[in-house]
């Protein structure tokens, strides 16, 4: 096991190889079959096809840090990965922020918990992506944080189904799209860009922040829907009881709150509040 602590600075100028790998390039050379586990809790890391690659049997944990890529991606992961903090970039000239790919259960399950941390993209790149090869997206958990990017899940290869699911205080500042098998639930969190599903996978949405509203098909049944309009600013759209709750709790003076499908009890503090019921 390995820890890596604040004050480290790592850079590599070449694009061939990344520049930190966690586990084996080869599992079937791991006789042994424990895993190899590399902590970081800071430091600087900059350049590499990929910046920090999380590889057959890796687990890794990311408290801190900066991460920096121009080639492909600033983590990679295949097996686990828990990212609890750090600011992870990829300029124009990488393929996104964030790779994740599953092959199978033993040493490449592709589990990656995001629960804080940045990860911004460049001009068109994405802040997460399935890996190519991947029989599918692996198990992506993401309830803290925030992505300066589009989430695009789905590879040529995936002949099988893996998860996405939002939640909690994520920030999403792009779109999510679901383009192959993947099932995707969002029960939290938010979303500046707009939700789609373009392959033979699942979208369900049952709460949340929405800069669009998303297509009727995802939304949850019993979930209920509402737009909010503040005074000369743009629409949101929030789903499930929660979300909207929090949403009429700090709704401003002059704001309009319009219920467009199910029953919520609001509880509204300031003065000069419309409250609209065009739902079911």
Avoid: H
Avoid at 35 to 55: A, E, M, W
Avoid at 128 to 149: E, F, K, V
Avoid at 150 to 163: E, F, H, M, P, Y
């Amino acid at each position: 096991n390995m820890t890596i602590n604040d004050g480290v600075t790592i850079t590599q100028n070449g694009k061939f190889s990344s520049l930190l790998e966690n586990g084996w390039y080869n599992g079937a050379e791991n006789k042994s079959g424990q895993p190899s586990v590399l902590t970081i809790k800071g430091g600087t890391f900059s350049g590499g096809l990929n910046t920090i690659k999380n590889d057959d049997y890796g687990e890794l944990i990311v408290e801190g840090g900066t991460f920096t890529n121009v080639a492909q991606a600033a983590l990679l992961n295949w097996n686990e990965a828990e990212i609890s903090g750090g600011d992870f970039q990829a300029d124009e000239g990488s393929s996104c922020v964030i790779l994740n790919g599953y092959l199978d259960d033993t040493m490449d399950a592709g589990k990656l918990t995001i629960t804080g941390g940045t990860f911004t993209g460049g001009d068109s790149t994405d802040a997460l992506n399935t890996m190519g090869g991947s029989s599918n997206s692996g198990n992506i958990q993401i309830s803290g944080g925030t992505l300066n990017g589009d989430i695009v899940l789905g590879a040529a290869s995936n002949s099988a189904a893996g998860t996405l699911a939002i939640s909690g205080s994520a920030v999403v500042n792009g779109s999510v799209t679901n383009t192959k098998k993947d099932n995707v639930t969002i029960s939290g969190g938010s979303v500046a860009g707009e939700v789609s599903n373009s392959g033979d996978g699942s979208t369900s949405i049952t709460g949340g922040a929405f800069a669009q509203k998303p297509a009727d098909e995802y939304i949850g049944g019993a979930s209920a829907v509402a737009k909010y309009q503040a005074a000369g600013g743009a629409a949101a759209y929030y789903i499930g009881e929660e979300s909207i709750n929090q949403a009429a709790a700090n709704a401003e003076s002059g704001s309009t709150i319009e219920v467009l499908k199910g029953d919520v009890k609001l509880d509204i503090t300031a003065d000069d509040v419309t409250v609209k019921n065009s739902g079911d």
